[in-house]
Nanobody
Framework: QVRLVESGGGSVEAGGSLRLSCTASGIRVSINDMGWYRQVPGKQRELVASISSGGSIRYADSVKGRFTISRDNAKNMVYLQMNSLKLEDTAVYFC??????????????WGQGIQVTVSS
């Protein structure tokens, strides 16, 4: 029912930019909490950025000032603009629909993930 499909990944040199897109179906992004996670092999998946249905935005400290999460309700899509990319940003990035509960974001539905590779 709920399907999230990421696009826009690839390889980029350090200092460059990349924009990830998440196409949603089965849900309306305008009334859901949405987020972007990333994962390096052998490590825990971590929340990078999130946006609530009310428009509240949160970022991991490691990406503040460099990444921007946004949504286009008319297109039913969520985006992650990544600027000033660093080697440590290399990971598989996942789009997610979740729910905020207090200060915590609980992931529910996942996209398949898309590779982002930053090289020097």
């Amino acid at each position: 029912q709920v399907r999230l499909v990421e696009s826009g990944g690839g390889s980029v040199e350090a200092g460059g930019s990349l924009r990830l897109s998440c196409t949603a179906s089965g849900i309306r992004v305008s009334i859901n909490d949405m987020g972007w996670y990333r994962q390096v092999p052998g490590k825990q998946r971590e929340l990078v950025a999130s946006i609530s249905s009310g428009g509240s935005i949160r970022y991991a400290d490691s990406v503040k000032g460099r990444f921007t999460i946004s949504r286009d309700n008319a297109k039913n899509m969520v985006y992650l603009q990544m600027n000033s990319l660093k080697l440590e940003d290399t990971a598989v990035y996942f789009c997610n629909q979740g729910d905020y509960s207090g200060a915590y974001y609980f992931p529910r539905h996942w996209g398949q993930g898309i590779q982002v590779t930053v090289s020097s």
